[in-house]
């Protein structure tokens, strides 16, 4: 068979197209993978539950609360990319180990047993516990409630707490505990003397349930500290560092107080 000038021609520029297409391809895909990567790194996927008023809630198909605040004002500061995904609270740390978020804003305490697994950011917030009392009470100090029948949650923080200050002051406390059940109405009620709970919840629910309730002005000096986890990985380091410079600033600038009193009615940002 006979190959004519003509028909060389033609084939040589088929090729020719053929691998400007592939050149194009390829570095179309390169592209996308660059963009993908540096929307990754901009982008901070943010876990919250939206059943806890008022640190995080939905309102109108709109997530709304301290926490989801917070994180706006962090995204404008650190350029952050923030989306939120949310789920209960027991699924958020779940979702963290996963890698399918990247922190969790759910009022979340630190712990030495949850700092040996994880890295936690600056302090952004206090929850202190208190005593809830009727509303006409007059305990005024620690020692006034002494051998008197106290409601906390079960286990966790606030358990232990009432009972390190049960030995400490020697209060001769009856301890009840609740595991999911409110118990504010049972103060109300008289089943209980008082509940130990924390300070921004007892408040929320007072005002919710229009309880006649107060909380006793005493300072335990018992309170929780605060923090963002971040998984312990290369990726978290500048995360947490540029998240770290904007919790401070938010602090500095009285952002964090501002947004503690819309929320709270008080300052949950200091000790």
């Known amino acids: 068979m006979r190959i004519t000038s003509k028909k060389i021609i033609a ?27 540096s929307d990754s790194k901009n982008k901070l996927i943010v876990g919250v539950s939206t059943e806890y008023y008022p640190w995080c809630f939905k309102e109108n198909d709109e997530n709304k609360g301290f926490e989801v605040d917070v994180w706006k004002e962090i995204g404008k500061r650190t350029e952050y990319d923030i989306e939120f995904q949310t789920a209960k609270f027991s699924g958020l740390v779940g979702m963290l180990d996963a890698e399918k ?25 206090y929850s202190k516990y208190k005593f809830i009392v009727p509303k006409d009470s007059k305990i005024s100090k620690i020692e006034d409630v ?22 400490k002051y020697d ?17 109300v009620d008289g089943r209980i003397d008082v509940a130990w709970l924390s300070e921004v919840k007892a408040k929320t629910t007072i005002e919710q349930g229009k309880l006649a309730l107060k909380i006793a002005d005493i300072d335990t000096g018992v309170y929780e500290i605060n ?31 501002e947004l503690s009193d819309k929320w709270f009615g008080l300052d949950t940002t200091k000790e």
């Open 101 to 125: 978020i990247d922190t969790v804003a759910h009022q979340m305490s630190t712990t030495e047993e949850r700092r040996e697994k994880y890295d936690f950011t600056e302090t952004y917030a």
């Open 171 to 187: 209060l001769d406390l009856e301890i009840v505990t609740y595991d999911g059940v409110p118990m504010e109405q049972d103060v």
């Open 146 to 167: 002494k051998g008197m029948k106290v409601g906390c949650v079960l286990g966790g923080n606030g358990e232990k707490t009432i009972k390190d200050l049960n030995e």
């Open 11 to 37: 084939i040589l520029s088929c090729l020719m197209i053929g691998a400007t297409m592939l050149v194009g391809c390829s570095s179309s895909n390169e592209k996308s993978e660059e963009e993908s990567n």
């Open 227 to 257: 923090q963002y986890p971040f998984r312990k990985e290369d990726a978290s380091k500048e995360r947490i560092e540029k998240v770290n410079e904007a919790i401070i600033s938010m602090h500095e600038d009285g952002t964090f107080s």
